[in-house]
């Protein structure tokens, strides 16, 4: 209630002074008496703490929308670091696609594809153990020590040692990174990997229609000082095969009875002739995954590969 309205009832020999917002508070004077001292009083001080209130909330405001701002510009900045499919491998040998969404404005999710020479490439996906800000900066800086240290002459185990090291380094072993790394020649066609930890890519081939889980035996990525085993598996892609891997935030999907999802649904849209971004196109639709779907809580990502001859 606007105290100017009220003024009668404390008293007609009053003072009044103009405060912020064209408010008038009235000043006591020695004719007011107690009752209507202390009820003046009361109302003053629910005044102060009302512009108190307003003036943190305003503060605490401007600093949400601020934050906001930065965690726009991370995500944008973030965004330029996972390559865009148009700049992926495309070509009457191979074809590359990807897909990639943070569970907040940034995440710990990387896939990446580089050529290496002119007839290898090399790719991988990774997933650093956490969410959020902390995560988003070490994949960072990891995905600058990969594009540094991946070349057509670096074998995957040096390759591997070197990035553990750089973990140790920037992470202090407070965090590490599940990874999937390989060079495909698309001459040979072969497709030489190794696994750390990470959830196992799926290779189908479609005129065999086999189905083979792309596993070796390495620790993540910055668990250890030093990796005792670091498996390098080599094998032959038969012409028409499709590759996909993925991180946990798509296979630790509760299915409708609450279990893991794990890679039932992965399997079944890979399992067909269609090509590799229909196939990824489907399960996202099917997971809803763009969509508001409780179930997520962590990042998803998806690379998918296509040999063709």
Known sequence: MHLRKRSKSLCLATKTITIRQNRKIILPTKSMGNTQKIHFIQTLSNIVIVAIENIRLFDKSLRQEAVKKELELAS????????????????????????????HEVGGDYYDCIQLAEQEYGFCIADVSGKGISAALLMANFQATLRALFTSEISLV???????????????????????????????????????AHNAPLLYEINSKKLIKLQSNCLGIGMLDDIPIIEIVSQNIPVESKIICYTDGLSELPDDFGRE?????????????????????????????????????????????????
């Not at 330029?80 to 070509?91: F, H």
């Not at 380094?169 to 990874?179: C, P, Q, R, Y």
């Open 158 to 196: 040096d390759l591997v040692r070197k990035l553990n090291k750089s973990v140790l380094e920037s992470a202090h072993g407070e965090k590490f990174i599940t990874l999937f790394l390989a060079k495909y020649n698309v001459e040979t066609r072969t497709l030489s990997y190794v696994n750390a």
């Open 76 to 103: 944008k900045m973030q965004s330029l670091l996972i390559p865009s499919n148009e700049k992926l491998p495309n070509n009457e040998k191979i074809f590359i696609t990807g897909f990639y969404h943070p569970h």
């Open 261 to 309: 999802m794990g890679t039932k649904a992965v399997e079944k849209n890979l399992k067909n002739n269609q090509s590799i971004d229909v196939n990824i196109r489907d399960l996202i639709f099917e997971e809803q995954i763009l969509e508001d779907n409780e179930k997520l809580f962590d990042d998803v990502s998806l690379l998918g590969i296509q040999i063709y001859k």
